[in-house]
C-alpha cells in the first residue's frame, strides 16, 4: 500500500505540480487559476473538518490518523508482517467506512439538496433575521416564565461590551433557545440565581452578577432582580428583562429607566425597536447618506466647474 501511496504521490507530481510550474511558464494568468484551486482545496478541507468534528465521524477520523502512520512507520524499519497487516485493514477499510460513516455522508447530501447547503458550508445567515429571531426566542421564553410564575433576569449585550459581568458567572455559550432559557431559570436549580447574559447573538453565560441599582432609583416594592436590571442598564447600554417571581409580570429596564408590566406585543416593539432598528437601520441609514454625499459632492465639483467655465467665457 505504501509502493501504492508512493506511486500516487509522484504521479500527483508530474501531473499537477510540474503540469502547473509548465502551464505557468507559458501563461502567468495561470498562477491565478492555481491561487483559486489552492484556495477552494482549503475551503473544503477546513469545512470537512468542521463537519466532522460535530459527529462521531472525528474520533475515527483520529483513529485512521494512527493507522496511517503506523502504517508508514512500520515501512520505514521494515516491519513486513506489521506493514502487510496493516495494508489489508486499510484496503478494506475504505468500505468499512462507508458503512461506518453511512448516517453522517447521508446527513452531509441531505443538507447539500436543501437550504441548509449555506449552513453546510458556515456561512452564517443574514445576522439582521438572525437577531430578530433571537429576540422572538427571548420573548417566548419570558412569556413561558411569566406564566409560571419564574423569576428570571435577561441581560442583552448591545454596543458596549459587558465582558466583566459575563466572566462572573458559568459559562454556556450556546444558540439561543426559549427551552434553555426556560430550563435556567427552573427554581432550586444551580443557575436559576443571577443573570442570563445574551451577546453576539448567544447565551453567554447564566448565574451573572450585576451591580445593583441604589434604594433611591425604584420603587421599595421591587426586589433584588429590578435593581439589578435597573443597574446594569445604568453602567451600559444593554437592556434587561425581568420576570418577577411573586406576579409574573414582566419589565424592561433600558437607559437607567424601567418600564414596569410589559406585554407581549409592547415588548416585541421595544426589543425590534433598541435592538434591531437601532443598530441596522442606523447602518444602511449611514450607507445611504455616504452613497448621497458621494452622488452631491460630485455634482457639487460639476457645479462649480460649470461656474467657472462661464466667469472664464465672460471674462
Given at each position: 500500500?505504501?509502493?501504492?501511496?508512493?506511486?500516487?504521490?509522484?504521479?500527483?507530481?508530474?501531473?499537477?505540480?510540474?503540469?502547473?510550474?509548465?502551464?505557468f511558464?507559458?501563461?502567468?494568468?495561470s498562477?491565478?487559476?492555481?491561487?483559486?484551486?489552492?484556495?477552494?482545496?482549503?475551503?473544503?478541507?477546513?469545512?470537512?473538518?468542521?463537519?466532522?468534528?460535530?459527529?462521531?465521524?472525528?474520533?475515527?477520523?483520529?483513529?485512521?490518523?494512527?493507522?496511517?502512520?503506523?502504517?508508514?512507520?512500520?515501512?520505514?524499519?521494515?516491519?513486513?508482517?506489521?506493514?502487510?497487516?496493516?495494508?489489508?485493514?486499510?484496503?478494506?477499510?475504505?468500505?468499512?467506512?462507508?458503512?461506518?460513516?453511512?448516517?453522517?455522508?447521508?446527513?452531509?447530501?441531505?443538507?447539500?439538496?436543501?437550504?441548509?447547503?449555506?449552513?453546510?458550508?458556515?456561512?452564517?445567515?443574514?445576522?439582521?433575521?438572525?437577531?430578530?429571531?433571537?429576540?422572538?426566542?427571548?420573548?417566548?421564553?419570558?412569556?413561558?416564565?411569566?406564566k409560571?410564575?419564574?423569576?428570571?433576569?435577561?441581560?442583552?449585550?448591545?454596543?458596549?461590551?459587558?465582558?466583566?459581568?459575563?466572566?462572573?458567572?458559568?459559562?454556556?455559550?450556546?444558540?439561543?433557545s426559549p427551552?434553555?432559557?426556560?430550563?435556567?431559570?427552573?427554581?432550586?436549580?444551580?443557575?436559576?440565581?443571577?443573570?442570563?447574559?445574551?451577546?453576539?447573538n448567544?447565551?453567554?453565560?447564566?448565574?451573572?452578577?450585576?451591580?445593583?441599582?441604589?434604594?433611591?432609583?425604584?420603587?421599595?416594592?421591587?426586589?433584588?432582580?429590578?435593581?439589578?436590571?435597573?443597574?446594569i442598564s445604568?453602567?451600559?447600554?444593554?437592556?434587561?428583562?425581568?420576570?418577577?417571581?411573586?406576579?409574573?409580570?414582566?419589565?424592561i429596564?433600558?437607559?437607567?429607566?424601567?418600564?414596569?408590566?410589559?406585554?407581549?406585543?409592547?415588548?416585541?416593539?421595544?426589543?425590534?425597536?433598541?435592538?434591531?432598528?437601532?443598530?441596522?437601520?442606523?447602518?444602511?441609514?449611514?450607507?445611504?447618506?455616504?452613497?448621497?454625499?458621494?452622488k452631491?459632492?460630485?455634482?457639487?465639483?460639476?457645479?462649480?466647474?460649470?461656474?467657472?467655465?462661464?466667469?472664464?467665457?465672460k471674462?
Open positions: 500500500m505504501i509502493d501504492g501511496f508512493g506511486t500516487n504521490m509522484q504521479q500527483f507530481y508530474n501531473d499537477i505540480i510540474v503540469g502547473y510550474l509548465e502551464a511558464s507559458k501563461n502567468p494568468i498562477l491565478l487559476v492555481l491561487a483559486v484551486d489552492i484556495t477552494i482545496v482549503i475551503f473544503l478541507a477546513v469545512t470537512i473538518i468542521k463537519f466532522a468534528k460535530n459527529s462521531r465521524a472525528w474520533q475515527l477520523l483520529k483513529g485512521i490518523s494512527f493507522l496511517i502512520i503506523i502504517n508508514l512507520v512500520s515501512y520505514f524499519l521494515q516491519l513486513r508482517i506489521l506493514n502487510f497487516l496493516l495494508s489489508i485493514v486499510m484496503t478494506w477499510g475504505v468500505f468499512a467506512l462507508i458503512v461506518i460513516f453511512q448516517p453522517e455522508l447521508r446527513r452531509a447530501l441531505e443538507q447539500l439538496g436543501t437550504n441548509k447547503f449555506t449552513r453546510f458550508f458556515g456561512i452564517d445567515k443574514d445576522l439582521e433575521t438572525r437577531t430578530k429571531e433571537d429576540i422572538y426566542k427571548i420573548i417566548i421564553a419570558a412569556m413561558e416564565l411569566s409560571a410564575r419564574t423569576g428570571a433576569l435577561l441581560v442583552i449585550e448591545r454596543d458596549i461590551q459587558i465582558k466583566d459581568i459575563i466572566a462572573t458567572g458559568i459559562s454556556i455559550d450556546s444558540e439561543v427551552q434553555l432559557l426556560v430550563n435556567i431559570f427552573v427554581p432550586n436549580t444551580p443557575l436559576h440565581d443571577g443573570a442570563v447574559v445574551i451577546s453576539n448567544k447565551i453567554a453565560a447564566a448565574a451573572c452578577m450585576l451591580p445593583l441599582a441604589s434604594d433611591a432609583d425604584i420603587a421599595k416594592e421591587l426586589g433584588t432582580r429590578h435593581r439589578a436590571a435597573i443597574g445604568k453602567e451600559s447600554d444593554a437592556i434587561a428583562i425581568v420576570v418577577s417571581e411573586e406576579t409574573g409580570k414582566i419589565s429596564a433600558k437607559d437607567g429607566t424601567l418600564i414596569a408590566d410589559v406585554k407581549e406585543e409592547t415588548m416585541k416593539k421595544i426589543l425590534i425597536k433598541n435592538i434591531v432598528t437601532k443598530r441596522f437601520g442606523e447602518e444602511r441609514i449611514t450607507k445611504i447618506d455616504r452613497l448621497k454625499s458621494i452631491f459632492g460630485k455634482e457639487k465639483k460639476e457645479e462649480i466647474e460649470v461656474k467657472e467655465k462661464s466667469q472664464e467665457d471674462a
